[in-house]
Every structure is written in C-alpha cells, then in structure tokens.
C-alpha cells in the first residue's frame, strides 16, 4: 500500500535525494515496478474490458467481430432481455445474492469483531488453543466443509432453504484472526479501563470505543466476506434446489451449462456476469475510502 | 472453568443434532412403509420434488398442476447433470432427502442403479404398458439391459445424422458422402479447397461412443450378475483406426468442442460437417450464425453401402429416485410429462428436447422445415435415424471415470503421442479396475 502511494503521489522532489544516493536503483526499480504494475493492471482489466465489449454485441457479432471493441450497441437491448428472460429471475438472483453477501458479511463482520477482540484484550484459559483452532479454520478449505454440511443442514431440514448458504457464510476465521491483530495493536488497554470506570459495560465499551478504532479492520473484514460470500459458488451448488433461491453466480453457471440446448442464453451469461460485477464495484469504492483513512490514522499515530 | 462450558455447548449441540437426526430417519421410516415396493396410489394429496434443468420445465409443470389438483409437482432446477446436479444426487440420497423425481442422462442411469439409488418402477402397471410408446432403442437405455427392471422413463433422445455446409460440398464439386469411406475420400478433396471434413473432438467422448454405437459395438454388456466391458472390440477398433487415419492425414480438426475456436471454425467456413445429434442443429446455428441457409441434414454415412444405422448421443431420462414415498404418483407424472402431446410440444419449443416417443416423432412443431438449414425439414431426417439405432447399446456403471480416461488418451493421441486405440485399451483396464475397486463384480 505504502509503496503504491508513495509511487502515484511521486513527484521530481522525491526522487532529488533518491538520485544522489544512487541513480541506477531508482531509475531502474521504478521503471521494473511501474512495468510489472502496468502488465497486472492489464491483466485484469482486460477480461472485464472483454466481457463488458462482448455485452454490448448481439448474438451474431458477438462471434464475428473483433473481440475487444465494439460492433452494434445492442446492450440496453440485452440488458433488457436478460430482466425479462424466465419472468425476471436474474434480478431475483441478484437480489439473492446482495441479501447472502450483504447481510452475511455483516453479521460476519461482527462476530469475527467480538470474537477477535475478546481473543486479544481478555486474558481466559485456552486462549491460544482457542486461538490456534481458529487459525486452522483458516486453513480449511470452504469446499471441502460444503458436502458434511450438506448432510448436517440435512438432518434439520435446512437445506434448499436461505440459511443454508446464509449461515455457513458468517463463519470467517480469518476475520477472527485480523481483528485479533488489530485490536491487540489498535485499541489501548487504557483506553477499555477508561470505559470500565467510567462505568460503561464491556458491551457497551466494545461498541462505542472499540469499533471505531478497529474500523480498518473491520471494513477489510466486510470487504473480504462480501466478496468471498458474493463469488461462493460451491456452497449453494449442493444446497439449493429452489432457483428462486439461487446467487447470480450460481444461477449464471446454471444457464451455462444450458447453451447447447438455448443458444439465447449465451448473451444473457455474458451481459449478467457484467452486471454482476458491478456491486462488488460499489461496495469497493464506497469502503476503500474508511479502509484508506483507518489505515492512514493508524500509522500516523 | 471455560474449558467445561465449552464441552457442554458442544455436548448440547451434538444431543440436538442427534435428536433432529433420530426424529427426520424415524418420520421417513413410518411414513415410508419399509421399501415400498408396490405401486399404490396414496391416500389423500400429495406433493411431489422433481428435480430437473430443463429450461422452462416449470411453465410445463404447471399445466400438469392445474389439471392435478391432488398430485402436486414442485420443480427444482440445478445446473446440467454432470456440472454438478449428479454429484448433489448422490449426497441427497446419501442424506435420505433425494427429491421424488429427477432428470438423469443415459449414460449416468446405470450408477445410480448400481448405487441403489433408483426405485424399480416395473411394479408400476401403466409404466409398463407404455414400453410399446417408446422408440425401442430408448426403452432399452432404462431397462438397463435387464428384463424385470424399469429404471426411468425415457425422455428425449439424440438420433445422429450428418450436418454438412451444402453450399461448399456443391461448389467444389464434392458429393455428399454416404459410407465412411466416401467420407475420408470427401475429407481429402476438402483438405485441397482448404477446409477440414469435420472436427474431432477429444472432450467429448459420447460423440465417439456414438460412432461405435452405430459401428455395431457394445462398450458394455450386464448379465444380471456381473458386467462385461469390451472397449476395444471389433467395432470399436473399426472406428477407432478409421479417425486414427484421418488425424494421422491431417484431415480434421482438433479444436476442444463448444469453445469460441470451435464456433468460429464452423462459422468461418473452415469446417464444413458435422455428424452430430438432433440437438446439434442449435449448436451450429448459435455459434455459426454467419452460415446461415447454408447448411443441410443428410442421413450419417455408413460403414457399408446400403446399411441403416444410426448412432445416439444425449438424451436422458426421468427416474424416481429411492425412498420416495410416492412412486405411484411419480411415475404417473413422469409417464405424462414424456407421453402426452402437450407436454411434448412444450418441451420441444422450450428446450429443442427431442422426444422419446414415436408419436412424439410426428409433433407438428417437428414437421416445419427450417429456415437456417436453408428450409429443409431436417426432423424427417432424425425421425428416420432415430428408428435405426441399435437398442441394446448400454452404458457402463462408471462412466465419469471412463469418458475421462478415453478423453485423456484422445487428448494425447491427437498431439501424436499414442493412438485412440491405445486410449480404449487403456480406459479398458482402467475400467475394469474402477469396477473392482467399487466391488461391482465384472465378467472375465
């Protein structure tokens, strides 16, 4: 982070000093990182270039003209067909899949805050075992829990049911583990005594005290669940049925497998993964500004 | 002191857990009467879960629940079987919570068999009498080659036949093949206007099983005790050494079926057939919509002159699935969802399913001719091959593994390492193990 701003924000000023202490290594470090910044930078705009060029084409242009720019513009056309297409349902799934992921990254937010917290400012036995349990989790790949939660979610009935892509998705151990680490760094011991004397529950400390000093924290938390629940894919794949309960990625994957037989649907894959992409990019931009700030306050003091 | 709070959480959670579990297997016992093998109608309503990824299947159900009040069909959706929607098959019924009913792919019928996943529906009076509905071939992918067991209800098929661009087979001059061999003497004249016949594909191994299907071969046969596999036989070797010839000679392509490289091959012009199913027709006119009006259907070639065999790929079934505690209902939904007319013609403006019946055959949305296929009505084409298919072809219990295997040998063999037939051999003893390794017995 610090070298990105510091290389977006240069300016001749900053590299005087620089080139008296040694002109190679700043001439040729900064061109080798702008270059490999460049090469990633494309790497990944490139394929949403494509998918949002391909969009805009109707099914016969989208074969024959050229892949990275643009021939008719056919994408409110499609857009609109993909909304209507099966009574609406890609907008159902979307609306599924900001209901997983918003309201799953929440909730998931805060238990991993809470429990992050306790971890790091009150001292119980078996703490550390506690500690490195939770570590382990986040070893464990969210795949290979999916089949035995399928069978536990089984035995009470709930799967194919809201909660079963919901529930599983609020367990972060790698939440856990960062606002461990930020609380232990960020919130002063003196700070919670304060609050104790003051008079103020241990509850009512950590929300009103706490929070705001592991926001950075938390909103990197937010961010990560958001986008891991939003592109979870195998979860809902063994535990929905009902499509009206599908996330967009799931449904979309759904309407892929179905190209031999629906030609039609090829567009409607390609111009729903575009609009799928587009709250991640909200969320993103809307929470890198607390994200950028918490940070920036955390170093300065 | 935690540590002792944290154990009685956990003892509480897993009694609960236990509990729920005792109460679910105990209600599905009681109401389940044992296995239910007879086929009775039930007492009062019911309401049944059909799993399939059919689009469109619900506007279908629908009409079947208006007209039944008293059996009621709630439809399920997932992606294709093998993109995920066997796997959860299998762990449903592994959980106890499979759904009634659930749409299974020919090849895949004979693992749930053999995994115990399938109610017989033999018991079923009206099932059996409808056999005589069925194209015989299709009857035979759900009897699974055994004479007392009725394992689905066929639903669509995959008749080939060859799909050829007759703009460039007149201008160059080329008759339209009708033996194999006239096909590799094609195949060499299109090589000097520049194109290839056809396009080999590696993936998809069911394309090459119906090549032996029609060849004669039998890549499996079950006894009722044991199976018998035989991958490299006389027909398959026939044909496998006939595409060996034509990639060895440079005259087909090697393009990964259904990717971008492969629609626009067809779509520029650079390969000129395809002996492919009935539902090939979509697939070329969506990723080759610039060839419009050039294309026709002509019966596939024959391995000798005169003869009349068509080779399947594709088509599946609708099964009732083990523990379902309404078969009767079930199997009288499946029966009308791929017997009667209306059901039929919805499927077939849905989802382009070819029917597996014969009087599905003569669906008047079947009898148009069309308009990308310069107005021919290719379907008479189909409705024919789908009369001469082979009906005892049958699927082996393990095919995921096998088409694998072949793929993967296909794939080397296409890169000139090894030849298809050392891919059969090898998915041979593959195969073989597969099924040992499962304790499915296998016939020396």
């Known amino acids: 982070m610090s070298l990105l701003t510091r290389t977006a924000g240069a300016t001749p000023d900053d590299f005087a000093p620089t080139r008296r202490r040694g002109p190679r290594e700043s001439m040729l470090s900064r061109g080798a990182s702008l270059l490999v910044m ?9 394929p949403i270039w494509w998918l949002f060029i ?46 997983y992921a918003g309201i799953g990254a929440l909730l998931a937010t805060i238990v991993a805050g809470m429990c992050g917290y306790a971890l790091a400012k009150y001292r119980f036995r078996g703490r550390e075992t506690f500690f490195n349990i939770v570590l382990g989790g986040v070893l464990v790949p969210a795949t290979a829990l999916a089949l035995p939660l399928f069978l536990l979610f089984s035995q009470v009935n709930l799967t194919n049911t ?33 609050g104790r004397i003051d008079g103020a529950g241990e509850v009512r400390t950590f929300f009103t005290v706490s929070v705001r000093l592991m926001t950075p924290a938390l909103v990197t938390v937010f961010l990560f669940q958001f986008v891991t629940i939003w592109n979870n894919f195998f979860l809902p794949l063994i535990m929905l049925r009902s499509q009206e309960l599908f996330p967009v990625t799931f449904g979309l994957y759904g309407w892929n497998t179905q190209l031999n037989q629906i030609p039609e649907l090829r567009t409607y894959v390609l111009v729903g993964s575009f609009l799928s992409i587009v709250p991640l990019i909200i969320a993103f931009l809307l929470l890198q500004r ?12 | 002191m935690q540590q ?18 005792g109460c679910a297997a105990g209600g599905s016992g009681t109401d389940g009467g044992g296995d239910a093998a007879a086929c009775a109608p039930a007492d009062g309503d019911v309401t049944l879960e059909f799993t399939s990824w059919i689009p469109g299947i619900e506007d279908v159900v629908a009409t079947w629940n208006e007209q039944n009040p008293d059996i009621q069909v709630e439809v399920q959706t997932g992606p294709n079987g093998n993109s995920g929607t066997y796997a959860n098959f299998f762990s449903q019924l592994e959980a106890g919570n499979a759904p009634d009913l659930g749409q299974i792919e020919y090849d895949a019928l004979s693992s ?79 090589r000097e206007a520049g194109g290839y016949i056809t396009n080999f594909s590696t993936a998809d191994i069911n394309q090459f099983a119906g090549f032996v299907w029609q060849a004669g071969g039998d890549w499996f046969t079950n006894d009722g005790d044991a199976w018998t596999v035989d991958l490299t036989g006389e027909q398959s070797t026939t044909v496998a050494d006939y595409w060996q010839e034509l990639l060895d000679e440079d005259l087909v392509a090697t393009y990964p079926a259904w990717t971008e490289e492969w629609n626009n091959a067809y779509n520029s012009g650079e390969v000129w057939s395809w002996n492919s199913a009935v539902w090939g027709a979509n697939s070329i006119a969506s990723g080759a919509p610039d060839t419009a009006g050039n294309w026709a259907v002509a019966p596939s070639p024959q391995w000798a002159a005169g003869e009349q065999s068509s080779g399947n790929w594709g088509g599946s079934s609708v099964a009732v699935f083990k523990g379902s ?5 079930a199997a009288k939904f499946a029966l009308w969802l791929n017997t009667s007319d209306e059901a039929l013609t919805a499927l077939n403006e849905s989802a382009n399913i070819y029917p597996a019946t014969t009087a599905g055959l003569s669906l008047p949305s079947l009898q148009e001719g069309v308009e990308f ?12 091959a789908a009369e001469q298919v082979n009906p005892d072809f049958v699927w082996g219990p393990t095919m995921t593994q096998t088409y694998a295997d072949v793929s993967d040998g296909f794939q080397s063999a296409v890169t000139g390492q090894g030849t298809l037939l050392e891919a059969l051999e090898s998915a041979q003893a593959s195969t073989i193990s597969t099924l040992e390794a499962q304790s499915i017995p296998v016939a020396e």
């Open chain 2, 373 to 384: 296929y310069g107005g021919q009505k290719i379907y008479d084409v189909f409705a024919e």
């Open chain 2, 325 to 329: 505690e309404h078969v009767y209902e």
């Open chain 1, 54 to 99: 391909a969009s805009t084409k109707d099914r016969g242009d989208l074969l024959t003209t050229p892949a990275l720019w643009f021939a008719d513009w056919n994408f409110f056309q499609n857009v609109g067909d993909l909304i209507t297409y099966n009574d609406g349902i890609y907008l159902r799934w979307l609306l599924n899949s900001l209901g």
């Open chain 1, 38 to 46: 460049g090469v990633f930078t494309l790497y990944f705009l490139v």
């Open chain 1, 162 to 194: 809201f909660w079963a892509v919901l529930l599983p998705s609020i367990v972060s151990p790698f939440g856990v583990y960062l606002s461990r680490i930020y609380a232990a760094s960020s919130v002063p011991d003196e700070l919670i005594e304060a």
């Open chain 1, 290 to 301: 607390f994200w950028r700030n918490g940070l920036g306050t955390g170093s300065v003091k």
């Open chain 2, 4 to 21: 002792t709070k944290r154990a009685v959480a956990t003892g509480v959670a897993l009694l609960t857990a236990l509990a729920l579990a």
């Open chain 2, 112 to 190: 749930f068999r053999v995994q115990d996943g399938l109610e017989n529906l033999a018991a079923c009076e009206d099932i059996v009498a409808a056999e005589a509905d069925f194209i015989p071939w299709t009857w035979g992918q759900v009897t699974l080659g055994s004479s007392d067991g009725v394992y689905g209800v066929p639903q669509d098929s995959g008749p080939m036949a060859l799909f050829y661009r007759a703009d460039l087979f007149e201008q160059n001059g080329i008759e339209v093949p009708t033996t194999w061999e006239e096909y590799k003497e094609a195949a060499v004249k299109v």
